[in-house]
């Protein structure tokens, strides 16, 4: 039986309500408990449906330039596909030991460290007095291959954490938060740590209508069941099926054009945040966003998060670079210092570029 209009608008209410208090319960036909990792796998967005931003699936370290919905993007993937693959080597998934499992992306910084999201290490880690204990220490891993049907891995145990942001995000957006931190990692095997990627350091880019890429793990959202524009954590069966092809938590080449630059986007008092619309889901938190205008290499920006059909956020990285240096120095100078002494000092660059 069909339901009322009434039971209708009451079960959209509640559909709502619990998307918002838990972000994404990222399965469907699981029970809640099951989905301790669902909030931060729904700060994600599909901005356009028709095709013109696929999300391309990455086999053997890049994409199939005759996949149908490619669309107009084969010719810049094809310039620099040497470049892409370099990039593709160096974006690793975080895996924990509990469902859907995984938290997010991230990519390598210098040797020993990847760039994440705070809110993805909020989800793997707990913060008492400035110090993080990883919820789960022996069983959370980064996997730098993650690829569709890979029958091998290239993976690295997370050893400890050797930075944060120093506002919590707690799935809230709040552009005056710093949504990074990065992790220590360590060799589980004899594979070489990949090498750490190019970061912009022009602090006006990007601008505005560069065509850029993010480089990341989409995970499965919820299925929206109703009309209108799906809530976080929820989407459209149909774009599941043509934009996602139903295969989520592998590594994925997602094309768009920044839509906004840092200094543009209404409500960043820092200036350091930029949009963009290439399509991202839950999972792409910490997803490296990288230009492919000049070339295919050079990282612009650090994905965190998006608005359904709007925009998707990114910190521009060259607005970061008095934390990149602090943590690469600190990196340098031990790899074993503590959190506190490494990730707790913010040191917000300048809002003037």
């Known amino acids: 039986m069909d339901a009322s209009k009434g039971d209708q608008e009451t079960i959209k209410r509640e559909v ?15 029970a809640p408990e099951n989905f301790t990792l669902g909030e931060q796998l729904g700060l994600e967005a599909v901005i356009l449906t028709n095709g013109e931003r696929p999300s391309l699936i990455v086999k053997d370290g890049f994409v199939d330039l005759q996949a149908p919905d490619i669309g107009d993007w084969d010719w810049a993937l ?14 690793g998934r975080i895996e924990v030991p509990v469902n859907p499992g995984f938290a997010g992306t991230c990519f390598v910084l210098a040797a020993g460290l990847v760039v994440t999201n705070r809110h993805v290490l ?21 996997d730098f291959l993650g690829e569709d049907g890979a029958t091998s891995s290239a993976r690295f145990r997370v050893t400890g954490v ?29 594979t ?62 997602a094309p768009g054009e920044i839509k906004a630059g840092p200094g543009e986007v209404p409500g960043d008092t820092r200036h350091w945040i930029c949009t963009h619309d290439a399509s991202t889901l839950g999972g792409n938190s910490g997803s490296a966003m990288v230009n492919l205008t000049n070339d295919g290499l050079t990282v612009m920006g650090l994905h965190f998060g998006g608005s359904n059909r709007k925009q998707n956020w990114a910190h521009a990285v060259a607005k970061l670079q008095a934390q990149f240096l602090t943590i690469s120095d600190c990196g340098r100078r031990s790899l074993l210092a503590s959190a506190t002494r490494c990730g707790g000092d913010d040191r917000h660059p300048s809002h003037q570029g």
């Not at 005056?176 to 360590?186: G, K, P, S, T």
């Open 16 to 30: 709502v309500a619990g998307a918002r208090s838990a972000l994404a319960k990222t399965f469907e036909d699981e």
């Open 78 to 91: 094809k310039r620099y596909k040497h470049d892409i693959q370099s990039v593709a080597a160096s974006v």
């Open 122 to 142: 909020e989800a793997i880690a707990t913060e008492a007095g400035g110090s993080w204990t990883l919820n789960w220490p022996d069983s959370t891993t980064v």
């Open 162 to 190: 050797a930075f944060a942001g120093s506002d919590a995000i707690e799935y809230r957006i709040n552009f005056a938060h710093l949504d990074m931190a990065v992790l220590r990692l360590e060799p589980t095997g004899e």
């Open 192 to 253: 070489p740590f990949p090498k750490p990627l190019t970061f912009e350091t022009d602090d006006s880019q990007p601008k505005k209508k560069r065509h850029i890429y993010v480089l990341g793990f989409p995970g499965k959202p919820r299925r929206w069941m109703f009309d209108g524009v799906p809530d976080a954590g929820f989407e459209s069966a149909e774009v599941l099926s043509t934009i996602f092809n139903s295969k989520f938590g592998v590594k994925r080449l």
